[in-house]
């Protein structure tokens, strides 16, 4: 059997496929795969080594690091975790959507660890991203519209990403005008962060103003989730710095609530925290009053501007739908509404479109763009990739240096 990719168009199928494999079953295309040796590079196998670090310490991933696991940045903790397969010698090796997390150097190490790798087992690598393809792999698993298993070649393997965007309308107006904000929102001066003695930010300079649409890029654990929880979260680093948030320097006075009603927050991790039967009307219109979750009776206005923004999205069949019965995409596309619906002069979107596929993640950027053109709300929009078909003005990188990162800005 020869190395193969599976297109994770529909992730329950996949899903399925692969369970059974781990069960040893006979699965059709996969018969040279039964009874081998096999094992899983996944977010779920690397999240249990993190709870078990989280109860016992000194992961078996790290073991020869001062640091705990759950310290890594996501993409050094996968590179861990595929070093530590690799010593089990398998005999074949599921990878599931491996360079998901992993920004552009540390693919291009990870492929070619892989392609040294490649003659001693076989490869079952799962992607969401065309451009995500081992290029030693030639044969793609897909799946028909009954389900059943395609096998493709690669050149055969096109994905007709054109018309399929509909045109987003207007997306709605704001239902009310924040006071008193300055043209300056976040301002960066100077600023160093270090964790135990290790630099980490290195003289970050950097300021967005109203309207301004960023992209923050940079390599994993080059700082930018440390930078996003300095903004938003309430990291210790951030007092004691030159850091100002709407003309105020953090930690003189105005308190992480007040400051997180001024800004719309989309993380696709947040996805889980809904666990209430919530409808997607009530999902959206929990975004007016920073709630996670509705717990009080919408009023008529707010019922009609969630309408608006049904329409917008082209939701309006699903207004009464559970929201967690909605795919992963709408859920997504809700939750950016919802972070949006208030219009708050910041709008920070933290690796959105992480863990979809082409066509899906398109239609993220395309509500995006949308957002950022017809609105006066500032955007940070966090990602380790080329994202394809987004139009920032600028955008900001870090570069690792051994005294932390710097930052450089270009001018989109
Ligand atoms: N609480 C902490 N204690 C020690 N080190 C930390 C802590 N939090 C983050 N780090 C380290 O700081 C560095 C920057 O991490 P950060 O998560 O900000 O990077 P990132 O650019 O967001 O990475 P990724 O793209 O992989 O998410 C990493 O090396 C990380 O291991």
């Not at 209430?276 to 919408?298: A, C, F, T």
Request: aromatic share 8%.
């Amino acid at each position: 059997m020869r190395h193969l990719a599976i297109y994770a168009r529909d992730h329950k199928l996949v899903s399925r496929l692969i369970d059974d494999l781990k069960k040893d079953k006979k699965v059709p295309g996969f018969e040279g795969l039964q009874h081998k040796n096999g094992f899983e590079h996944s977010e779920a196998v690397l999240q249990n080594f993190i709870k078990d670090d989280q109860k016992h310490g000194n992961s078996v991933l790290v073991k020869d690091e001062s640091r705990s696991l759950r310290t890594f940045s996501s993409g050094e903790k996968r590179k861990a975790l595929l070093e530590y397969l690799l010593k089990k010698q398998p005999e074949y090796l599921i990878l599931d959507d491996p360079f998901d997390c992993l920004d552009v150097q540390s693919v291009a190490n990870f492929k070619e660890r892989l392609a040294e790798v490649k003659s001693d087992f076989i490869l079952v690598q799962i992607f969401r991203r065309e451009e995500d393809i081992l290029p030693f792999i030639d044969i793609i698993l897909d799946f028909d519209g009954a389900g059943n298993t395609v096998f493709k070649n690669k050149a055969d393997f096109i994905e007709n990403k054109q018309g399929f965007l509909e045109e987003i309308k207007r997306i709605p107006a704001a239902p009310k005008v924040f006071e008193g904000i300055p043209e300056s929102l976040i301002q960066l001066k100077n600023v160093n962060v270090a964790y135990e003695d290790r630099p980490i930010l290195s003289n970050i300079s950097w300021e967005v103003k109203r309207s301004e649409f960023w992209k923050l890029t940079g390599p994993n654990g080059s700082g930018k989730t440390t930078i996003l929880s300095m903004i938003y979260g309430d990291n210790p680093k951030a007092y004691g710095v030159d850091l100002f948030l709407f003309g105020k320097k953090k930690g003189s006075g105005e308190s992480v609530w007040e400051i997180k009603k001024k800004i719309g927050y989309f993380s696709p991790s947040i996805t889980e925290l809904f666990i209430r039967r919530n409808s997607v009307e009530e999902m959206l219109i929990s975004g007016l009053v920073d709630s996670i979750g509705l717990y009080q009776k919408p009023s008529d206005k707010q019922r009609a501007l969630a309408k608006q923004w049904l329409e917008t999205l082209g939701f309006q069949e699903k207004a009464k739908k559970v929201f967690n019965d909605l795919s992963n995409l709408e859920k997504r596309m809700l939750l950016i509404a919802r972070a949006m619906i208030k219009h708050p002069p910041l709008l920070i979107l933290d690796e959105p479109s992480t863990g979809l596929d082409d066509k899906s993640a398109l239609k993220i950027t395309n509500l995006i763009n949308h957002i950022a053109a017809q609105s006066d709300t500032a955007i940070i929009y966090v990602s380790h990739r080329k994202e394809k078909g987004l139009h920032p003005d600028f955008e900001y990188e870090l570069f690792p240096t051994e005294n932390g990162s710097v930052g450089k800005i270009k001018i989109q």
